[in-house]
Structure formats: structure tokens, C-alpha cells
């Protein structure tokens, strides 16, 4: 594997003196993308929110500061990122702020816990997809709603060759696995020149 695929592959699981560099590269270049994908939730104060695949914790930042009185949850597979983003929380970690180690396929919190639950990025990642949408839909509230923000990346790019486990998902097909998993009022926005985001909502 070659130093820009060994750097890249860091994506899906941070490790070591190169997964730190990539959670700091994370944490800065995915700021435009969170931000505008955030704007399309309606996010309201003092709501539970969960991010999947919370990296080094910047996107749990912005839930903070877009809901008062809030509780954000991040959960990662990584242990380099589920340190960074304590460390980047540190100041209300255990407070508003909660970051555990584990996998989108099996959520360890109850069911109807959520009024938000985010992923920036990661679905690339996760395992057995369906298994994963059906626990998040498991642990949302009614009304509760899943975005899901990423680059719309061809299947066959430069980025799936170069990072290893990679798996694309066209934003219409994500749209239709969420339907599946039993998401409602399921919309795909677009934003030039290549940011999408996929919402859907717990009936």
C-alpha cells in the first residue's frame, strides 16, 4: 500500500501519527459541507442528537452551537478519534457531550433516543448498510430525522482505487435503502459542485 493510500485508507479507521493528520484535515476541509447540510435540519434547541462516525469532533461542535441546552452523542470505530474528539469537547465532555467507541451496525443506546442523528462522510464505511439505517431508525424518535452528508464520488474513482474498503453509494440509492429501513419523507439536496445531502424522517 503506498503513502497516499495508506494516508486515505485513514479515513475509515484513524490510527497512529497519520490518523491524527487526518482527523485534523477532517475536522477543517469537512466544515463547508456539515455546515450547509446542517442548515437543510431545522435543528431546534434542547434536542439529543447523535453523529456517526464522529471523527475528531468538530461536527458534534456544531450541534452544540446550533441547539442550546442540547445533548450531542458521537460514536466512532476508531479509538484515535474517539480521543480527539474528547479532547476537542473536553470543556462540556460528559456534560452535553458523550463519545463512545463502537459501530453504526450496532448503537448502543435505546430505542427512540434521538431527535437528530448525523453522518458526515462515512457511510463509505459502515458495514452492511441496510443493518445500520434499521438502527438508526430504531434509535430516533418519531419525528426524528437522519442526514446524511457526503461528496457525490463516481463508483469508479480515483478515491475507491486509493482507499481501501471504500464502498459509493449514489445519493438516490441512499434515498431508497433509507425508504427501505422505513424512513419517510426521505429528500436529496444537491450543492454544486459536488456536496449532497440525504434526509429522512421517522414516521
Known sequence: MGLLSKLFTNCAHPKGRMGKLMLQFMNTCHAPLTNWGLDLVNIEDRWTMLDIGCGGGATIKRLLKRSKDSHVYGIDISEESVAKARKVNADVLDKQVFV????????????????????VETVYFWQDLPKCFNEVHRVLKKGGRFAIMLEVVETDSKWTNVVDGMVVYPPEELKSMLEDAGFVDTEVHYKKPSYATIIGTKN
Do not use: I, M, R, S
Open 100 to 119: 463512545v467507541q463502537g459501530t453504526a451496525d450496532k448503537l448502543p443506546y435505546n430505542d427512540e433516543h434521538f431527535n437528530l442523528v448525523t453522518a
